[in-house]
């Protein structure tokens, strides 16, 4: 089974800090995302990435950066937490080829900036 | 640009009873389809895709989804609902000219009574 792991289920930080949320995908994906997502808005594309130290924004990249150096791991940054970033994050992972996009999905970070 | 509509935000169902869950995209191309569920404090799991051919196809946990492309619509169902059916829903659309991007609509919560 694909494992796609977050680093951590609940992060609590004050507004100002530099904020690390890291996924980890099992499965040699070529493709990582990362979403937010807020009651009634779904699931938003904040950045995604299809290979190595590449990256494209999504949706709603303002405020975040990513970083990946390697295949199996994909950063999300907060250089500048605000409180209007407070929501759950979730990390996904999928095959560039024959999967049709299929994307599979870790467990999610809750995110608070206070 | 694609986009996907689940008109309904909340829906509360009788355990036993029926459930359907309506999902209208828009895209340009030939559709790749998805239904994901999210337990709550869980990541999302894939319930069902559709890619091309029989256009009902069957997922896991006895859901099954109908794809209707005169209708824009990809509509989700379970003849009998059980409690652990208590979740949120979302649909999702993708396709080769999207690259390996999905787009997800806002989810529809449903409440299983006793």
């Known amino acids: 089974d694909v494992k796609v792991t977050q680093s951590s289920r609940y992060l609590v930080k004050r507004t100002g800090e530099k904020v690390f949320l890291e996924c980890v995908q099992d499965?040699?994906?070529?493709?990582m995302f990362w979403y937010r997502q807020d009651p009634g808005l779904g699931l938003r594309l904040i950045y995604f990435s299809y290979d190595v130290k590449m990256k494209e924004k999504g949706d709603i990249p303002e405020g975040y950066s990513v970083s990946r150096e390697k295949k199996e791991r994909f950063s999300l940054i907060l250089e500048s937490a605000s409180t209007n970033q407070t929501s759950m994050y979730l990390c996904a992972s999928s095959r560039t080829s024959g999967s049709y996009h299929e994307q599979y999905f870790g467990p999610g970070t809750r995110l608070t900036v206070t | 640009a694609q986009s996907v509509t689940q008109p309904d935000i909340h829906i509360t169902v009788s355990e036993g009873a029926s459930l359907e869950l309506r999902c209208n995209y828009s895209y340009g191309a030939t559709p790749y389809l998805f239904w994901y569920v999210q337990s709550p404090g869980q990541g999302l799991q894939l319930l069902l895709k559709?890619?091309?051919?029989?256009?009902l196809v069957q997922g896991i946990k006895g859901f099954e989804a109908e794809f209707k492309r005169s209708q824009s619509s990809f509509n989700l169902r379970k003849p009998s609902v059980h409690w652990s059916d208590a979740a949120e829903y979302f649909c999702?659309?993708?396709?080769?000219?999207?690259?390996?991007?999905?787009?997800f609509g806002g989810g529809t919560r449903v409440l299983v009574k006793p």
């Open positions: 999702a659309v993708g396709g080769r000219a999207a690259g390996n991007k999905l787009t």
């Open positions: 499965m040699d994906h070529e493709n």
């Open positions: 559709y890619f091309s051919g029989d256009t």
